[in-house]
């Protein structure tokens, strides 16, 4: 599709002393950031927000402390996605260092119970036998199943981050940036951050209670948790405020000094990638959908059972388990992506015209073959080809009564509060739905979905103007020829961590066309050679809308982001093509 390059605007603020030592092209990438002073760049430990600003944090806390101390039966009880998994973990992990006798955990399998503490996992998790039940990365909707909890006597401690809804769980604790109240700076902490919080302050109470010095044991050192919080943090793409660049950039220093768990060092090993040179990216795309394969094909207990794994040769058994998932998991989308794109032709078909205004401006699509596990995907690929909110469902029933769909918006749209709005205007539509402003999950049934996609695309075309669907590409400028190098590439790599609403700088420039060759059927190859200058780059675009045409591409504009191409030992400059044009 076409896309626009738009350059970054920067402000010019009055810029504290020790900048001139960072290269101008950083710089200004950190200034279009709002990075205004090298301290916001000190990602230590020191500078974290404290525990005690989490709203329901010390209540927790002496829940679980009590029932520590106690020898109490803890059922952590978790959700199927990358932030899931790690937040179970990290409860599991924490919980047993602080000398927890009786703790075991609990994950709903999607395609049965569906997300959440729900009635139905209750009756499930009281074959535990729990005294406390912990939910992480879910529970603040979940006010049926805290409930039926309740009558059975079982204390519930609530800690998430999702948004909540008009009514809040009858918990014992709820712990949430985002709920009502709580004042903590970082309202985008993700699931494992919120947790990870949790038994930070846990830790301080059984310290003040004297149960370390009673058990004559060291208090645990929490932060060799931080691997697997940085790996949910990116994967669940939570805007990396200050707060969350810190617990990010932590964790990644632990994964390349080889400090990570096992399965997080064999989940990089068998992506084919060297756990010394990790970045950010590489937990969102490398690590994370092997880990996520495991909730969307089959149960996400794989998953957990590869982070809390403490033998490396079994640990690399569990990966390479996952890797085969992953390698299903991308056949179906692929799959259920090109169908995707039939359909979306489809609805196109009116006008015999590929002009994408025509197509709804919130857009629905369905299939009764389609893979539940894999619409979040899709609906994230289609967002991506077609610059619109997309909600992907598929049936969650054999007989289709049912639907589970999955959101993906675009900026300008809050894709939970538009489902908001269109429950308040049709309460029949939704059955259920909750979310973020750019994911959100639903179930709807299956007789609603025409009445539901008309009622979704009436919404968008209120909230958002055309120019909201223009999709655009924001570049942090042209790199000049001496910057076009490893040494700039490397220099990016380790400068983030780079991630949602942080993003890793794309570059723009003209150059022109040396060579043009297609490599894996659907991937463009490129020479260019900097206009005006002696330099010669290779450059590539993966899964390109050139390809077939690549000789009409003499002189183009790019826009891209630089990296390292290592091949036998030697390091040259490649450039990441995020969009080019013919010029």
């Given at each position: 599709?076409?896309?626009?390059?738009?350059?970054?605007?920067?402000?010019?603020?009055?810029?504290?002393?020790?900048?001139?030592?960072?290269?101008?092209?950083?710089?200004?990438?950190?200034?279009?950031?709002?990075?205004?002073?090298?301290?916001?760049?000190?990602?230590?430990?020191?500078?974290?927000?404290?525990?005690?600003?989490?709203?329901?944090?010390?209540?927790?806390?002496?829940?679980?402390?009590?029932?520590?101390?106690?020898?109490?039966?803890?059922?952590?009880?978790?959700?199927?996605?990358?932030?899931?998994?790690?937040?179970?973990?990290?409860?599991?992990?924490?919980?047993?260092?602080?000398?927890?006798?009786?703790?075991?955990?609990?994950?709903?399998?999607?395609?049965?119970?569906?997300?959440?503490?729900?009635?139905?996992?209750?009756?499930?998790?009281?074959?535990?036998?729990?005294?406390?039940?912990?939910?992480?990365?879910?529970?603040?909707?979940?006010?049926?199943?805290?409930?039926?909890?309740?009558?059975?006597?079982?204390?519930?401690?609530?800690t998430d981050h999702h948004l909540p809804?008009?009514?809040?769980?009858?918990?014992?604790?709820?712990?949430?940036?985002?709920?009502?109240?709580?004042?903590?700076?970082?309202?985008?902490?993700?699931?494992?951050?919120?947790?990870?919080?949790?038994?930070?302050?846990?830790?301080?109470?059984?310290?003040?209670?004297?149960?370390?010095?009673?058990?004559?044991?060291?208090?645990?050192?929490?932060?060799?948790?931080?691997?697997?919080?940085?790996?949910?943090?990116?994967?669940?793409?939570?805007?990396?405020?200050?707060?969350?660049?810190?617990?990010?950039?932590?964790g990644i220093r632990r994964i390349r000094?080889?400090?990570?768990?096992?399965?997080?060092?064999?989940?990089?090993?068998?992506?084919?990638?060297?756990?010394?040179?990790?970045?950010?990216?590489?937990?969102?795309?490398?690590?994370?959908?092997?880990?996520?394969?495991?909730?969307?094909?089959?149960?996400?207990?794989?998953?957990?059972?590869?982070?809390?794994?403490?033998?490396?040769?079994?640990?690399?058994?569990?990966?390479?388990?996952?890797?085969?998932?992953?390698?299903?998991?991308?056949?179906?989308?692929?799959?259920?992506?090109?169908?995707?794109?039939?359909?979306?032709?489809?609805?196109?078909?009116?006008?015999?015209?590929?002009?994408?205004?025509?197509?709804?401006?919130?857009?629905?699509?369905?299939?009764?073959?389609?893979?539940?596990?894999?619409?979040?995907?899709?609906?994230?690929?289609?967002?991506?080809?077609?610059?619109?909110?997309?909600?992907?469902?598929?049936?969650?029933?054999?007989?289709?009564?049912?639907?589970?769909?999955?959101?993906?918006?675009?900026?300008?749209?809050?894709?939970?509060?538009?489902?908001?709005?269109?429950?308040?205007?049709?309460?029949?539509?939704?059955?259920?739905?909750?979310?973020?402003?750019?994911?959100?999950?639903?179930?709807?049934?299956?007789?609603?979905?025409?009445?539901?996609?008309?009622?979704?695309?009436?919404?968008?075309?209120?909230?958002?103007?055309?120019?909201?669907?223009?999709?655009?590409?924001?570049?942090?400028?042209?790199?000049?020829?001496?910057?076009?190098?490893?040494?700039?590439?490397?220099?990016?790599?380790?400068?983030?961590?780079?991630?949602?609403?942080?993003?890793?700088?794309?570059?723009?420039?003209?150059?022109?066309?040396?060579?043009?060759?297609?490599?894996?059927?659907?991937?463009?190859?490129?020479?260019?050679?900097?206009?005006?200058?002696?330099?010669?780059?290779?450059?590539?675009?993966?899964?390109?809308?050139?390809?077939?045409?690549?000789?009409?591409?003499?002189?183009?504009?790019?826009?891209?982001?630089?990296?390292v191409n290592e091949f036998r030992g030697?390091?040259?400059?490649?450039?990441?093509?995020?969009?080019?044009?013919?010029?």
């Open positions: 599709m076409q896309k626009k390059i738009v350059r970054r605007v920067i402000e010019s603020p009055e810029l504290t002393d020790g900048w001139e030592q960072i290269p101008d092209f950083l710089c200004r990438a950190y200034r279009a950031r709002g990075v205004n002073s090298l301290e916001e760049l000190e990602y230590t430990l020191a500078r974290l927000a404290t525990s005690q600003q989490l709203k329901g944090v010390v209540a927790a806390s002496k829940i679980l402390a009590d029932a520590v101390r106690h020898q109490r039966r803890i059922l952590v009880v978790g959700d199927f996605d990358c932030d899931g998994a790690t937040s179970t973990s990290v409860a599991v992990l924490a919980l047993k260092m602080m000398g927890a006798a009786a703790v075991e955990y609990l994950v709903p399998n999607r395609f049965e119970y569906g997300y959440g503490l729900t009635p139905e996992i209750v009756e499930v998790a009281k074959q535990f036998k729990p005294d406390v039940i912990v939910t992480v990365d879910n529970g603040i909707a979940s006010c049926e199943g805290v409930a039926a909890a309740n009558q059975l006597g079982i204390s519930v401690v609530v809804g008009n009514e809040l769980p009858d918990a014992a604790a709820i712990v949430n940036p985002n709920q009502p109240g709580c004042d903590f700076i970082s309202k985008a902490t993700a699931g494992v951050g919120v947790i990870f919080y949790v038994m930070s302050d846990l830790r301080r109470e059984l310290r003040e209670c004297g149960w370390f010095a009673k058990l004559s044991v060291g208090e645990p050192n929490l932060a060799n948790l931080l691997d697997l919080v940085a790996l949910g943090t990116i994967a669940d793409v939570v805007p990396l405020d200050s707060n969350n660049r810190i617990l990010v950039e932590q000094a080889g400090k990570a768990r096992p399965g997080i060092l064999a989940l990089i090993d068998v992506a084919g990638k060297d756990y010394r040179n990790l970045a950010a990216s590489d937990l969102g795309f490398v690590v994370g959908p092997r880990l996520n394969a495991a909730g969307r094909l089959d149960d996400m207990s794989i998953g957990i059972e590869c982070l809390l794994c403490d033998d490396p040769l079994k640990a690399r058994q569990i990966a390479l388990r996952l890797d085969e998932l992953n390698q299903e998991r991308k056949q179906i989308e692929g799959e259920m992506k090109a169908h995707a794109s039939v359909l979306v032709d489809e609805l196109n078909q009116a006008n015999s015209s590929s002009d994408q205004a025509e197509l709804p401006w919130g857009m629905c699509l369905y299939d009764e073959t389609w893979h539940q596990g894999v619409i979040g995907i899709l609906a994230s690929r289609m967002k991506e080809k077609f610059h619109r909110p997309v909600i992907a469902f598929a049936p969650a029933d054999d007989e289709c009564k049912e639907l589970k769909g999955s959101a993906r918006s675009i900026p300008g749209l809050h894709i939970r509060d538009a489902l908001d709005r269109v429950a308040t205007r049709h309460p029949s539509l939704l059955s259920k739905f909750g979310g973020h402003s750019m994911a959100a999950g639903m179930t709807i049934k299956g007789e609603h979905y025409e009445s539901f996609s008309r009622a979704f695309d009436e919404v968008v075309r209120e909230e958002l103007d055309e120019s909201n669907l223009e999709a655009i590409i924001v570049s942090d400028g042209e790199l000049a020829p001496h910057e076009l190098n490893v040494t700039t590439a490397e220099l990016l790599r380790k400068a983030g961590p780079w991630g949602q609403n942080f993003l890793e700088p794309v570059y723009d420039g003209v150059f022109d066309v040396v060579q043009a060759r297609v490599v894996g059927a659907k991937h463009l190859k490129l020479l260019l050679q900097v206009e005006g200058a002696d330099l010669l780059i290779d450059g590539i675009e993966f899964n390109s809308d050139w390809v077939g045409k690549e000789s009409q591409l003499k002189k183009v504009r790019v826009a891209y982001r630089p990296d030697r390091k040259s400059l490649q450039l990441m093509v995020q969009y080019l044009e013919a010029v």
